[in-house]
């Protein structure tokens, strides 16, 4: 046997006993106010066809998502002349048929599509699970991350994105993180490529702006030319990118810039209802509308929202938007829906780096009975099921070792209370319950001891 | 835009609300029996590297593993005489450096000796996870699917064994399965395979032993024969094959016919030790010890563990066994572990079969505020925010359609309650309540409707 040093992935991370009850205390909260707000959970299958993934994250999205290799002979089908020209990404197209799913959203569109008749719309579907991207990995970008997504899809009722943006409030809220949520509206955008004559190039434009926070309006300006951006149609759109700060404000001038744009008047109206509705439904969240927002991915057509925290740059921690059409291409048209999704992985890095978690999240063992040995073994195994019937969380270390390395192990695994059941104990039915934190002992009835810990 | 058929990779699904409530019944109240009986959780990547996974299964799970294909330009690094080979095998070694985690007790092995210094030894973990396989799809197989793990490494107490016994237990009674639970021990596996002069041949052996129940006695000979076991071996074989169903009778006669193997005796009063003790601390729990019982894993070395529900014939539903050096391949010497295997997807179905899910499990939103328009809009809103503060799901339908449209919703959501909110409810404050069930509506006051919704 060859010997082989441990290693994993990189991008990918195991989690301990003590991260993963923080973990599963973020996955609560997130799962409590879901289904609180009536979302209903559903799941899909890690591997997707690759014909569902490709072309729905952009050229850069393609490349990366994790593929499959296929199973048995995959070579024997191969083309030769492939190979020869040694085009990787035309060969893997040969050799791989399924990927890892990529993020929540396209096999949700996938999943409404093909379950459309068993389906009742509006369809609240919320979904909590792994995705993968291959990605360089950094502070805060991993390889394997949870997704916590809500999405009302079949109503294109502006209530649905008020009801996300309340969640969203009392998620942040329940996690003690203070955060920031930016909302704008692709239809505005739309309305401002059309005013600038560039109304084929929107998809490129916002892609541009969605970056002057990290590289600087200069710099946005500079490479919309390179991107072969006209300078006219950049100095139109120099205004809209250094607008005021106040809400209100904008609103007002953007009315009158874009008072010949339908369209863009439509999403002027819409964040509008979305900061009235707010105003008077939410009790900590003020959405800032920001017109340099512009989110990534193609799909959006409305409303679209950022949440950062206020306190750690790690990128957005939570983000969504409208979409009309997710479902056409799967073949189901005009079906509007709205989402977000919670980004767990960084949530956490957030809340550990500011020290939030709730101190009760902790190990779940309650008490660890001493093994003394053979002779008291049977008696401490008949309390640890009476303990055990309560529905307390305990444990009877496996074997008779000193003293010290039990208590040890007690204190490692944070487990408050250690009870010693010898001889003696046996005897008087009287047994020694030590707290760990305090270092009190005290002589307990069993009924008592239950009672204790039950606290 | 090309339409697209939706469709899934064969072998996975897609799990809707209905079926997600059942599944997260069972895995909460695994995961509630391990949390009581002192288990930690932990959590591995989806992605292993392949170097981690290979050459733990046997040749033919190595055929079963998903590999990932390398990122990037993979064919560049490739050795051009393997793909002129047309060998498959080689060549995937070449362009994949990870798979899909196959199961979780290699990952766990991975993880303990990865992170050695930062456990407390014996490590009590639990682990709820996906694992893929490539296997040929049929009832009760998939290619992705949950294994709900319990392992205890660094502790060689047959304590362990017992309690392992008590989760399985514990688990199917709560579950209201009814179970048959055989043990065996490898070590009397391996007496044997010494008495017989076979003793390089147990792994072998034990393989086709363990097909004894689909195959019959005779075939089992002859795979034997065929796989080069001498007629003088099988012939002394045949008896154990053959012996008493009665658990003490066995060990009785397995004594005497292997006195001479201080293994064999081993593994005899380590069966006849777990026996007495469930006996006398489970109530429902009563094994089988069955001779023929082997398990595939050749990485078991002392008793093993399989169950298998009365009820429907769909294979093994639980099963585990000890291993004496499965972290050795990691560099981590003489670390016996204990570990049992839930397998929840085979365990919905025999429950959905049965139809022993509990009624209550079920949708969980508990009312539906119509929506009769935007006059009444706002006021439903209030009403709304204070029934979710009560803690209770409930939702607002977002668009002003028709009544029936909405009921019918309510209906295919399964939500017992209807809030009917017209201008008269609002200007005496007394809502309309229909109960969805027995079709009952009544005027209350909001404080008496969350009253109820709690009940």
Do not use: H
């Amino acid at each position: 046997m060859i010997m082989q040093k441990p290693s994993i992935p990189k991008g990918t991370r195991d989690f301990s006993p003590f991260e993963m009850v923080k973990r599963d205390y973020i996955f609560n909260v997130i799962k409590g106010v879901f289904i609180k707000y009536g979302y209903s959970p559903i799941e899909t299958p890690a591997l997707e066809n690759l014909s569902t993934l490709l072309g729905k994250y952009g050229e850069e999205g393609d490349k990366l998502l994790f593929k499959i290799l296929n199973s048995g002979d995959f070579l024997s089908k191969t083309n030769p002349a492939t190979i020869q020209e040694k085009d990787s990404n035309s060969f893997a197209m040969e050799i791989s048929e399924k990927g890892l799913r990529y993020d929540l959203t396209v096999p949700f569109a996938r999943y409404v599509v093909q379950n459309r008749n068993d389906i009742t719309f509006p369809f609240k579907r919320y979904q909590i699970q792994p995705v993968w991207r291959a990605d360089r990995p950094q502070r805060g970008r991993y390889r394997e991350f949870y997704q916590c997504d809500a999405d009302v899809i079949g109503s294109d009722s502006l209530l649905n994105e008020v009801e996300l943006l309340q969640i969203i409030d009392e998620v942040f809220t329940l996690l003690n993180i203070n955060i920031t949520v930016k909302i704008n509206n692709r239809k505005i955008l739309a309305g401002i490529a059309d005013l600038i004559g560039q109304p084929d190039k929107m998809n490129e434009i916002t892609t541009v702006i969605d970056k002057i926070e990290k590289i600087g309006l200069s710099n946005v300006r500079k490479e919309l030319k390179e991107r072969g951006i006209p300078e006219k149609a950049i100095a139109e759109l120099s205004p809209f990118l250094t607008m005021s700060n106040k809400n209100f404000e904008i609103i007002k001038e953007l009315k009158e810039r874009l008072n010949n744009s339908e369209q863009g008047l439509r999403g002027i109206e819409e964040v509008e209802f979305l900061l009235k509705m707010t105003e008077s439904y939410n009790i900590n969240l003020k959405p800032d509308f920001d017109l340099t927002l512009a989110r990534g991915l193609n799909y959006y057509t409305g409303a679209i929202i950022e949440v950062r925290s206020d306190d750690v740059p790690i990128g957005s921690i939570c983000g969504g938007g409208r979409y009309d059409d997710l479902t056409g291409i799967f073949g189901l048209k005009d079906v509007s829906g709205v989402g977000i999704s919670f980004g767990a992985d960084r949530i956490y890095d957030v809340m550990e780096q500011m020290k939030v978690f709730p101190s009760e999240v902790t190990a779940s063992v309650r008490i660890l009975i001493v093994n003394f040995g053979e002779k008291e073994q049977n008696q401490c195994l008949e309390i640890l099921k009476k303990i055990r019937k309560a529905g307390i969380p305990s444990e009877f270390y496996p074997d008779a070792v000193k003293l010290k390395k039990q208590m040890t192990y007690a204190n490692a695994k944070q487990i408050p209370y250690v009870l010693l059941v010898g001889e003696e104990e046996i005897k008087s039915r009287q047994y020694t319950l030590k707290n760990m934190i305090t270092g009190i002992q005290e002589k307990l009835a069993l009924t008592e001891i239950i009672e204790k810990l039950r606290q």
